[in-house]
């Protein structure tokens, strides 16, 4: 995914109220903008850190300035929530994610479960449909050790449980955790700032709920799905 128009960069002043942060422009100018990403960005909101932001004039949008970048543990972090569904659909049809790129038809934010959407769904061949669930992931305290979730997400364990629901009604499931960030080489799920999140992925795995770890390749140009990494959790895959 490369972003057009390019980038601006500045300097994070801090970033606050969860959607808004101020920064400075590298020419000086100070500005506010939207942060599209409404998570604890744990690691990732220290003041004085590089920044990069895109831009836009359209009257619909309260904040011509939009996070989308940010440099910390010396690398480049992708933190807007709403772009690994996009990056997912790119890994997938990369051959990154086990066979799912030989699946023919791919559809969006279909309806199931328990009023839910499900990100991508995969058919259109003999085999069962696949349910795709993607998660976005920033979070690194351990040098090369990309975790999930960074705070208490009620919302991720309710989606491994529907997951788990689809494989017991004939389909396969998939929980693809997309890293925004190209310094890690194994994932890992965070169960100490979450337990029961982690209870959760344990027991979806069990109900046959298959799992992955996607990095990415980030920098002020773009964003590039490049590379399944292993996951450190008994009984996910290992690639």
């Given amino acids: 995914m490369i972003f057009n128009p390019p980038l601006i960069s500045g300097t994070l002043v801090q970033r606050y109220k969860r959607f808004l942060f101020d920064a400075i422009l590298d ?31 359209s009257p619909t949008r309260k904040h011509r300035y939009r996070l989308e970048l940010v440099e910390a543990d010396d690398t480049v972090v992708g933190i807007n929530t709403g772009l690994p569904n996009r990056l997912a659909e790119e ?21 199931y479960g328990r009023n839910s959407r499900i990100d991508i769904l995969l058919s259109g061949d003999a085999r069962p449909s696949a349910y795709v669930e993607v ?28 997951l788990g629901d689809m494989v ?30 982690a209870a959760g ?13 996607v990095k990415c390749a980030v920098t002020p140009s773009q964003i ?3 590379a399944s990494i292993a996951m450190d959790e008994p009984g996910a895959a290992v690639l």
């Fill in 27 to 57: 020419d000086g100018a100070a500005i506010t903008g939207s942060c599209p990403n409404t998570g604890s960005m744990r690691g990732l909101t220290a003041p004085g850190s590089r920044i990069w932001m895109s831009t836009s004039d």
């Fill in 91 to 111: 890994a997938i049809h990369a051959g990154l994610v086990s066979d799912l790129a030989t699946y023919p038809l791919v559809e969006r934010e279909k309806k």
């Fill in 135 to 162: 998660k976005n992931v920033h979070f690194r305290r351990a040098a090369g050790l990309a975790e999930f979730p960074d705070t208490v997400t009620a919302r991720g364990a309710k989606h491994l449980e529907e």
């Fill in 168 to 197: 017991e009604a004939g389909f396969r499931a998939i929980m693809l955790y997309l890293v925004q960030r190209e310094d890690c080489d194994l994932f890992r799920i965070c169960a100490d700032l979450d337990p029961f999140y």
């Fill in 201 to 213: 992925f344990r027991r979806a795995l069990s109900r046959g709920v298959e799992a992955y770890a």
């Fill in 224 to 226: 590039r799905p490049v």
